[in-house]
């Protein structure tokens, strides 16, 4: 397995805006939701996803209002046979007895973290992304009290940490990457994140749908 720190770095498409911090206040972010802008979700995807038969899942992007408001990442177990060590947001499949993705992602978000639902303000959706391993991820975002107590279930997760939104929806902060990978070319965003001396590689399939999160909030 390829190591994707080690990867090609791309020069930067365009400049794009930080969204503005007016944006990130939980009033604007609740409105947004209630009448949301003509935006455009990335087209960049993980190398590979398809459509059809893909299996479907869902994520909580947890929002912690704080006075700089942040959002809640996991470090996945390093025994996990998948994506071990991995930065994630708490989610996962959507089973049969969920009625819908925001009912699966508050699910995992108590399995995975201890996160009670109740605790839960579901702002909304976004658009499902598309994972080269055949998922099709429904972000749910919610926002969290401030005072919330995580438990993060040792089994599948190592570590839960917060990230300041401002940093990880200011485009600067974002970086292009690439390998080729068993023949076929693969990209992903990523959003290195260093705090107390310690580096968070946030990448693929999580910097995806941050980046598409940046879109509905700067559009």
């Not at 940093?167 to 959003?191: C, I, T």
Request: a negative charge; aromatic letters at 10%.
């Amino acid at each position: 397995m390829f190591d994707p720190k080690l990867a090609e770095y791309l020069p930067t498409a365009e400049a794009l805006p930080a969204v503005p911090a007016q944006r990130l206040a939980v009033d604007s972010m609740r409105c947004r939701f209630v009448q949301p802008p003509r935006w455009q979700p990335e087209t960049l995807r993980e190398t590979g996803s398809l459509r059809g038969g893909a299996t479907p899942a869902a994520v909580l992007l947890a929002v912690v209002p704080r006075p700089e408001p942040t959002i809640v990442l996991t470090v996945r177990s390093a025994h996990l046979p998948v994506h071990a060590g991995q930065i994630a947001f708490p989610g996962g499949k959507i089973d049969a007895q969920d009625s819908h993705a925001v009912e699966a992602a508050l699910r995992e978000a108590h399995e995975e973290i201890g996160l009670s639902p109740s605790c839960v303000e579901v702002l909304g959706e976004l658009p499902a992304f598309f994972t080269g391993t055949g998922f099709s991820v429904t972000p749910v975002i919610g926002l969290v009290p401030t005072d919330v107590v995580f438990r993060p279930n040792p089994g599948e997760v190592e570590q839960v940490f917060e990230v300041p939104l401002a940093f990880l929806l200011d485009p600067d902060n974002h970086r292009r990457q690439q390998v080729e990978f068993q023949g076929a070319m693969r990209q992903w965003y990523a959003m290195p994140y260093v705090r107390n001396g310690q580096e968070f590689y946030i990448w693929g399939v999580t910097a995806g749908i941050l980046r598409n999160f940046y879109h509905f909030l700067v559009a």
